[in-house]
């Protein structure tokens, strides 16, 4: 069957990056969206045709992807899903309390049950903002790369940093992994996370500078120019 996708996965070594975009996060965690995620995008095309069966939004927290993630959906007319709900909602508790109960460790464990079920059930939205850490375990790399293509927005460790002191919601939703300081947390974290992202990474967007806006027109937009039929591409690395 993968010998029938139309178009070649991207790596780190030939991966489509653009230097666009600043973009505020959701509720998981993240910087909460100011700007109104549900306005449509201007963009030169009038109509996208994107038959991808799932459109995946990874990255570190406060790199944009639940407000991107909700950009895109509404320009295609479908649901965003935020993964991290679906976890809270499944488990009957908040991130920090499933953190509390059993650690990072079941956690993960409730990451990679919902991802399944997510990836699986047709009746959820097309596009879904995972969190940071969801590509650490190979079986979830494994349902990204097998259930449709992903887009990985970055932003440098600084940026991610004030992004995330900014929004107050970030403590209460999310423990600290680290003993660190926020910004060596980020170093340390983005080290062992980078060659992860870019083993799913279809798509790289780069989110320092611009709008979550541009962003979202960017990742439509190649959407719009690879997402024909099989559009879960053949690996190349």
Not at 11 to 40: C, F, I, L, Q, Y
Not at 88 to 94: F, L, R, V
Not at 155 to 179: C, F, H, N, W
Not at 195 to 213: C, F, I, K, N, W
Request: aromatic share 4%; hydrophobic share 30%; glycine share 10%.
């Amino acid at each position: 069957m993968k010998g029938n996708r139309a178009i070649a996965r991207q790596t780190h070594r030939n991966s489509h990056t653009r230097r666009v975009g600043s973009a505020g996060e959701g509720e998981s965690g993240e910087r909460r969206d100011t700007e109104r995620p549900n306005k449509r995008i201007p963009a030169e095309q009038t109509e996208v045709r994107v038959t991808t069966d799932r459109i995946y939004l990874t990255g570190y927290r406060g790199t944009g992807k639940t407000t991107v993630g909700r950009l895109i959906s509404a320009e295609l007319a479908t649901e965003c899903v935020d993964l991290d709900h679906v976890i809270e909602q499944a488990a009957g508790k908040t991130i920090r309390e499933i953190f509390a109960e059993g650690g990072e460790d079941l956690f993960r464990d409730w990451e990679s049950r919902c991802l399944r079920q997510v990836a699986a059930d047709r009746s959820q939205g097309r596009v879904i903002s995972l969190g940071g850490g969801a590509i650490l375990r190979e079986q979830n790399r494994d349902v990204i790369r097998q259930t449709g293509v992903c887009i990985w927005l970055t932003a440098s460790p600084e940026v991610i940093a004030g992004r995330l002191a900014a929004d107050q919601t970030t403590g209460q939703r999310r423990p600290a992994l680290t003993e660190l300081s926020p910004v060596d947390e980020i170093r340390e974290l983005l080290a062992r996370r980078e060659p992860l992202y870019r083993q799913v990474a279809d798509l790289t967007l780069a989110g320092d500078a611009m709008s979550p806006e541009q962003l979202a027109r960017d990742a439509v937009q190649w959407l719009g120019q690879h997402g024909g039929q099989s559009m879960t591409p053949q690996r190349n690395d």
